[in-house]
């Protein structure tokens, strides 16, 4: 099976402005390409999920750098490789 | 495509329900070990393990890093010492070459340190089982494990003495860590070849080389599924939300083992399915049979509860990997759960009855603390009890008993960490030292003869 080289990005917190402005920023920093996204906001929490390319990231470095982009706009931003989720919900 | 809501509840699994890897456990053989030259067989294993298990933490904590999931623990499992050892004569050697060479690794435990005598002892296994006080209390990493029954064998009651005796030894000599070293030896029946949990892992004689074998946990998701899914249903729609959460987590676990097998070069050995507790609250098999309508876990119908538990785990994870094997059920290792430690402290559940639920579900009397004034023929009988079990049943059985010293009925015991805390633990005040002093076998059932 050919390796897929995508990863799944989730935002979740408060709404503010300008979140996905700096998330785009930070993949781009890193070389991820993303592929779709999904964002709604439910009484005021903010929940986005983007699909990424990451064939020219490197991945740890992009990981410790939404984690770091997180903690310093007060959300929970997680990056995983997307066989995670098609292992899960698909046979 | 995978959908939003399918995204989410992944996620939400790994932050709010605790879902997790419990162990990547590496198996090694030490077959290629083996000299009677102590000096050359310390070095021969140091050597073999650092070299073959250079790279597991890191890939075990890339993997982490890539699929967001912790993997708690990785993990080293060898060879029987007895028998890597009983050329050289001294199993101590093994010992410290084991708890350095996991030190180099940065493996949190290296399990092997073990005999098989289900049929009877060689002179290198009661060298090794009279070794277990030494090698338990001064290493750090080590974790042993004697198999004394099987369903062909019997149960070798003259190892089950020792290894009461040990036992005792062992409490003694780490008493000052409230007998942390009973912590580490597993007496089992039935012990299994390619368990990757601890500290009853070993790298069975029927193993190859090496190998890769993962253990899940999640008993967080199951709970919070039942909530959901099956408030106050009937027990098919029970076993049915049991067994679709089972698959989810178990594919996980199987994503996880092909990555880490491929990554490390190292075969894939087994997924194994087994609902594994820790004390955080929300990670607890108590509250799964508490949220099946158990005032308390430990009250009537627990051995049912726990019954169905099992079989729907069992049922809903074959199907998600392609090789399952090790323990394979669901734990209930009382000081490791926050639900067994409450039910155990309230009285609600007592040695007994975690007896009965033995014999449904996977592995034993596990983390169980009992009086330090326990005698070493009453922890004798406790293990012979178990073994009766798994021989008779042909099942997994393990005794893991902490006779604290000092401690009585209403102290606690702190381990710490994943090993929690356990109140202790009533046992019967009556003898069994006639019963222990006969030795011998107990022969195998007539259920051993299926050929």
Redesign the interface.
Known sequence: MEKKNQAVVTVVGNDTIGIIAKVSAVLAAHDANILDISQTVLSGMFNMIMIVDISLSEFASLSAALTKLGAEIGLEIRIQRSEIFDAMHRI | ??N?S??????HMI?EEKLDIRTITMGISLYSCITDDAKQLYQRIYDRITHQAEHLVSVGE?LE?????PIVNKRISVSPASLISAACGDPIIVARAMDDAAKATGVNFIGGYTALVQKGLTESDRRLIASLPEALSTTERVCASVNVASTRAGIDMDAVRLCGEAIKEIAERTKDTDASGCMKLVVFSNAVEDNPFMAGAFHGPGEGECCINVGISGPGVVKRALEKEAKDAPFDVVAETIKRTAF?IT??G??IAREASTRLGVPFGIVDLSLAPTPAMGDSVAHILEEMGLEVCGCAGTTAALALLNDAVKKGGVMASSQVGGLSGAFIPVSEDIGMINAARSGALCIEKLEAMTCVCSVGLDMIAVPGDTSAATISAIIADEAAIGMVNSKTTAVRLIPAPGKKVGDEVEFGGLFGRAPIMRVSPYSSERFIARGGRIPAPLQSLKN
């Open positions: 495509m995978i939003t399918e995204i989410l509840q992944t996620v932050t890339a890093c890539e699929f967001g999931i989810k594919r996980v199987q994503l």
